[in-house]
């Protein structure tokens, strides 16, 4: 099985609190009705891509709840409810609990620390782990001791300055090849790195035979497409949210 092959997903509907999410420019307001749109289109293209997907309901009390990939990690053999770094984002992962508990026999907690599942990237041979604003050294531990746990080796390592995630800035591609910014280059030891030709597109997402790109990111979709089925999705309107395409699902195979 390839690390990119997924039989489920889950993602939330954005209430209409996300206008209020995190964000670093505060300037730059989403509009609820956009985030809408985009999250359909996206949850559109995951059941395309062959994916069940479980469509959880709009938490109002948690502006960036739409982001479901920072207070848990999923791999095949369990979940692992996070500790997300930001304060406001802290209580979402109780609300992941029982959709989660559905789909795993095991679901274990990270309990020290911080981490964000937008700081860990599933590679062939180990699953990286960047320490960030949203992970600090406590949380990497006890998310790698649980990995360890599963039977999955993990490595902790630094995420470039300036960006919120370690997967703002790369995404696995094949299992061979991950789509990087830059500053990522010499990071990933077993892997082949393409440079993003637009760094804001480093985010992309590989679900089975298909990669989604931010479709105003006209020129990584073009280099994309000559090697892999790209389908281009909005991404305008989370990306005032410093979102991008991997942090709004879950995704999975299940065994
Ligand atoms: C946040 O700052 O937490 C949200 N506004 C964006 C989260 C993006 N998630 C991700 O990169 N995995």
């Known amino acids: ?3 990119s092959d997924f039989t489920h997903a889950v993602v939330r509907t954005p209430g209409v609190s996300v206008v209020n999410g995190l964000r670093e420019d505060a300037a730059a307001t989403p509009r609820h009705g956009a985030v809408l749109r985009e999250h359909m289109a996206y949850v559109a293209a995951l059941a395309a891509a062959g994916l069940a997907v479980d469509v959880l309901p709009p938490l109002e009390d948690f502006p960036d709840s739409v982001f479901v990939e920072d207070p848990a990690f999923v791999v095949p053999e369990g979940a692992i409810l996070l500790r997300p770094g930001a304060p406001s984002r802290l209580g979402e992962r109780e609300h992941l609990r029982a959709a989660l508990a559905k789909h795993f026999g095991r679901v274990l907690e990270v309990v020290d620390g911080h981490a964000d599942g937008g700081d860990v990237l599933i590679a062939p041979k180990v699953i990286y782990i960047g320490l960030s604003k949203r992970t600090d050294l406590a949380g990497a531990q006890a998310l790698k001791a649980h990995l360890e746990t599963l039977g999955r080796a993990a490595r902790i390592v630094e995420t470039p300055k300036g960006v919120l995630h370690f997967k703002t800035a790369c995404s696995l591609l094949d299992e061979e090849t991950v ?26 997402l590989r679900v089975n035979d298909t990669v989604f790109v931010g479709a105003q990111y006209k020129r990584t979709v073009d280099l994309l497409a000559r090697d892999y089925n790209v389908v281009a999705l909005d991404t305008g309107e989370i990306a005032k949210l410093d979102a991008g395409l991997s942090c709004m699902s879950l995704r999975w195979a299940s065994r």
């Open 179 to 204: 789509l990087a910014t830059e500053a990522m280059q010499g990071m990933f030891a077993e892997l082949r790195t393409l440079i993003a030709p637009e760094p804001a597109a480093a985010n992309a």
């Open 1 to 3: 099985m390839r690390v």
